[in-house]
């Protein structure tokens, strides 16, 4: 998802139907780890999606619907500035491991710079 002019997310690209409409549910319902992470800067996980966490109830139980038992968002920052989020999703229960934490941090950051490269081209 990335961030439009007036700062507002906007679902760019998915890897299924499914998680498309997963992520048009989080945006309906202006809830979600996606947009607590673009809000906050920081990663949002949530590793069972089962577990009700009473920020973003809705967005879990639509996300369960569809098969999808865990996410990972992680901001795309540039600076003070947060672009978007990048937002991974399990059909399996339990936290990212570290190595794919640490290869979804280096592709929110490659998609942040190329972003940037890209909207500074002439």
């Given amino acids: 998802m990335l961030a439009a002019p007036d700062g507002r997310l906007r679902l760019q690209a998915s890897s299924s139907e499914q998680v498309r409409l997963v992520e ?28 009700a966490d009473p920020r973003w109830t809705a967005f879990a139980t639509r996300a369960r619907q569809d098969g999808l038992r865990s996410v990972h968002a992680i901001p795309m920052r540039l600076r003070e500035h947060t672009i978007g989020v990048l937002n991974l999703f399990a059909v399996g229960v339990g936290p990212l491991p570290h190595a ?12 942040t710079i190329s972003l940037r490269n890209s909207s500074s081209a002439p």
Avoid: K, N
């Fill in 100 to 111: 794919d934490q640490e290869l979804g941090r280096a592709l929110a950051d490659m998609a």
């Fill in 24 to 51: 048009l549910c989080e945006l309906d319902g202006a809830a979600g780890p996606c947009l607590t992470a673009y809000r906050s800067g920081e990663t949002m996980a949530q590793d069972d999606l089962t577990v």
